[in-house]
């Protein structure tokens, strides 16, 4: 079945950087969209970024343009959001999603000094 598992989050000062990972399984990574969410605390979850299957095509928030990029590896199934600049209310957890409705269980990302 298939199984999304993100990995990479933790605490950040502001200003700094990561890389978040989700491993995707069961399915044939290269033939889907994939996106990555992240939900900031009281808040609903939110789109952060979009990346084509084949084209490679990426779209973001605005909130984030120009400081996050979507990354993928076809070839390790493998998903990354390489986030830089990072800002207090970036502060969330991130999700790894493929339609229709696979979600990972998320990694937490906080942004404190």
């Known amino acids: 079945q298939v199984q999304l598992v993100e990995s990479g989050g933790g605490l950040v000062q502001p200003g700094g950087s990561l890389r978040l990972s989700c491993a995707a399984s069961?399915?044939?990574?290269?033939?889907?969209?994939m996106s990555w969410y992240r939900q900031p605390p009281g808040k609903e979850r939110e789109l952060v970024a979009v990346i084509m299957p084949t084209t490679g095509s990426t779209n973001y928030a605005d909130s984030v343009k120009g400081r996050f990029t979507i990354i993928r590896d076809n070839a390790k199934s493998t998903l990354y959001l390489q986030m830089s600049s990072l800002k207090p209310e970036d502060t969330a957890v991130y999700y790894c999603?493929?339609?229709?409705?696979?979600w990972g269980k998320g990694t937490q990302v906080t942004v404190s000094s």
């Open positions: 069961g399915f044939t990574f290269s033939n889907y969209l």
């Open positions: 999603y493929r339609s229709p409705n696979h």
